[in-house]
Structure formats: structure tokens, C-alpha cells
């Protein structure tokens, strides 16, 4: 699939790193260091600018080692980029450490994973054909 991509950073286009990852990292677009302070957030710009086919939506999310070794992940995880956004893509980073982390200009900040969704048309009817689980939500199993 090709997608329309600008780049008004400096920064390599998002790639993937391995040949079977899903995700493409997303680059720091900054003039100067951004400090985040534990607990902080703040909106990260990346310079790029992309064209969606109807039918697609772009999902931002965390890096796992950011997340694992400094405490920092995206805090609207999955944030979605819909095909008709054409702002800039922007990435709300949080702290989560004890830490002040710095953010530097072409920094792995999060990845991007482009994936089809589909449009639903609702029916509304009075009841919905039950199954085995039921109503049965968060921990009904008992098992973790």
C-alpha cells in the first residue's frame, strides 16, 4: 500500500525496524530539548503529515522499551489518525517515572501502525441473541 507522506523534518520517514514488525517508529520533529517532568505531558510533533486512504486509520502507541526502561508511553494509546486528518501528526507524551526524561530531536517517540476498519450501520432491536458468557465482564472468569 502506498501512502501520501510530507516530511517537514529533518527526520528519516517512519520505517519498520524488522522485517515482521506491524509498527513503524514515529521521530521527535523539535528545535530544542523538551524536558518531561514526572507525571507531565505534553504534545510532541513530528513533522509529518500523511494521506489516508478512506477505509484506514493510522494508530499512535508506545514504544515497549520507552515504556519498560524510562516509564514514558502515549497517554491517548490508541490515539487514531482518521483518513481525512491532514495536521500535522502529533504525539501526547507522559511521564510515568521519578525521573525528568528529555526529549531530543529525531527520538523514537512512539510507533505507528496502519490498519483497515470497517463502517457499521446500527439496527436497533429490543433484544440480542445471548451466548455462554453473557454479561459476564471484567474478571468474570476468576482466572487472571
Known amino acids: 500500500m502506498n501512502i501520501r507522506i510530507v516530511n517537514k523534518s529533518l527526520n528519516d520517514l517512519p520505517e519498520y525496524s524488522t522485517e515482521y514488525s506491524a509498527g513503524m517508529d514515529l521521530r521527535a520533529n523539535l528545535k530544542e530539548d523538551v524536558f518531561l517532568n514526572p507525571f507531565e505531558r505534553k504534545l510532541i510533533p513530528t513533522g509529518l503529515f ?4 478512506v477505509g484506514y486509520e493510522a494508530q499512535v502507541r508506545p514504544r515497549s522499551g520507552l ?3 524510562k516509564g514514558i508511553t ?3 494509546s490508541p490515539g ?9 501528526i502529533m504525539v501526547i507524551l507522559i511521564n510515568f517515572s521519578t525521573e525528568i526524561f528529555v526529549v531530543q530531536n529525531g ?6 501502525i496502519v490498519a483497515a476498519h470497517e463502517k457499521v450501520s446500527w439496527e436497533q432491536v429490543r433484544v440480542i ?3 455462554i458468557r453473557g454479561g459476564g465482564g471484567f474478571g468474570h472468569t476468576g482466572k487472571i
Not at 500523511?50 to 486512504?53: A, G, K, S
Not at 527520538?107 to 505507528?112: D, K, S, V
Open 74 to 76: 502515549v497517554l491517548n
Open 50 to 53: 500523511i494521506e489516508l486512504p
Open 107 to 112: 527520538e523514537r517517540i512512539a510507533q505507528m
Open 67 to 69: 515504556a519498560l526502561k
Open 80 to 88: 487514531t489518525i482518521d483518513a481525512d486528518y491532514r495536521g500535522e
Open 129 to 131: 441473541d445471548d451466548t
